[in-house]
Structure formats: C-alpha cells, structure tokens
Nanobody
Framework: QVQLVESGGGSVQDGGSLRLSCAASGRILDSYGIGWFRRAPGKGREFVAAIKWSDGNTYYADSAKGRFSISRNNALNTVYLRMNSLRPEDTAIYYC???????????????????WGQGTQVTVSS
C-alpha cells in the first residue's frame, strides 16, 4: 500500500500562491492515479485535481481550472499542486490520495481512492 505525506500548506493573502507537495512511499504502479481533495470548514470533501502516474494525464475541478496545476516527479515519487490566484474560498485542508485503475468519473470520486495523507492546511485571507 502507498503511504502519502502532504506538505507546503500555509497562510497567504487573497491572490497569493502556494505549492503543495505529496510524497509517496511504497511502490507506485503505472495504474495508479494521485488526486488532491480538500475539505473546507463545514463542508464535505471536494475533488480538486488528479494526475495519472503513467502518462501524466490530468483532471481538474472547474474551480481549479486556470488557477491550479498538478504535476509529478516520477523519480522523487512526488506529486505537486501549484495554486495561483488563491481566494478565501480556497481555504481548506488539502489531502492527497492514491487510487488504482481510475477511469471516467472515478477520478473525481473520493470513494475510489484507497490511501490518504494526513492533510495540510491552506488559509487564504482577504
């Protein structure tokens, strides 16, 4: 099983940027996907972005398109989420997760991911 550790969260002003990292240990097979989800205070877990380990195909929530960018470094077993133009509504705990054989809408469904990190807090102030 893959173990995941997030880092890079923090507090920024409206319009600021952050880069989150998700370091994976254990064997990541080509069939794996890594996703980022977030949970804002009082809300459910929300899909943000995902990337397929084998070919780097990416998937984004509408709220992330044009502002966030997901990437991977296969040699370091690390996935990044670059977040630009941050807004107060982006404030949440951000989690990375891994899933196997994801396809179609499985990419966007938290129930299809089976390993999760502990999360990293992102706070955007106005």
């Amino acid at each position: 099983q893959v173990q995941l550790v997030e880092s890079g969260g923090g507090s920024v002003q409206d319009g600021g940027s952050l880069r989150l990292s998700c370091a994976a240990s254990g064997r990541i097979l080509d069939s794996y996907g890594i996703g980022w989800f977030r949970r804002a205070p009082g809300k459910g877990r929300e899909f943000v972005a995902a990337i397929k380990w084998s070919d780097g195909n990416t998937y984004y929530a509408d709220s992330a398109k044009g502002r966030f960018s997901i990437s991977r470094n296969n040699a370091l077993n690390t996935v990044y989420l670059r977040m630009n133009s941050l807004r107060p509504e982006d404030t949440a705990i951000y989690y990375c997760a891994s899933g196997r054989s994801l396809y179609a809408d499985y990419w966007f469904r938290s129930s299809k991911y089976d390993s999760w990190g502990q999360g990293t807090q992102v706070t955007v102030s106005s």
